[in-house]
């Protein structure tokens, strides 16, 4: 993935908002709407990633409190620490490859 974007160019406030999208959903929403931010490479790549990685665990956490009747709702706070993970990687300044998510948002032209 490093091959096809330039990594040298990643400021710190790059990392910082990319990072920042994953926790904090409309932070990549935003983003996306600040021309500035939006031509950055790196901050578009992880917003775009984020959103569709967000969508997928909405989803994932509305069919277990649905399946189990509630009870897995329990669980779902737990699954959004999932997001810690891939806002650490944005903030060490690497484009992470997500399995199905990012090839999903490059065949579609979002990044």
């Known amino acids: 993935m490093n091959d096809q974007f330039n990594t040298e160019d990643i400021t710190s406030d790059d990392k910082l908002w990319a990072a ?5 959903v409309i932070v990549a929403i935003i983003v996306l709407f600040m021309e ?3 031509a950055r490479p790196f901050i578009k790549f992880h917003a775009v990633q984020s959103i569709a990685f967000n969508i997928i ?3 994932i956490s509305l069919v ?5 009747l509630g009870i897995g709702a ?4 737990l699954l959004w620490l999932v997001t810690f993970w891939p806002a ?3 903030y060490q300044g690497k484009y992470m490859e997500m399995p199905f998510i990012t090839n999903f948002i490059k065949n579609q032209g979002w990044v």
Do not use: M, N, Q, R
């Open 36 to 38: 500035d931010k939006k």
């Open 57 to 59: 665990l909405f989803a």
């Open 20 to 24: 920042l999208g994953y926790p904090i």
């Open 88 to 90: 650490y990687e944005a």
């Open 74 to 77: 329990i669980c779902v706070p």
């Open 64 to 68: 277990l409190s649905t399946i189990t």
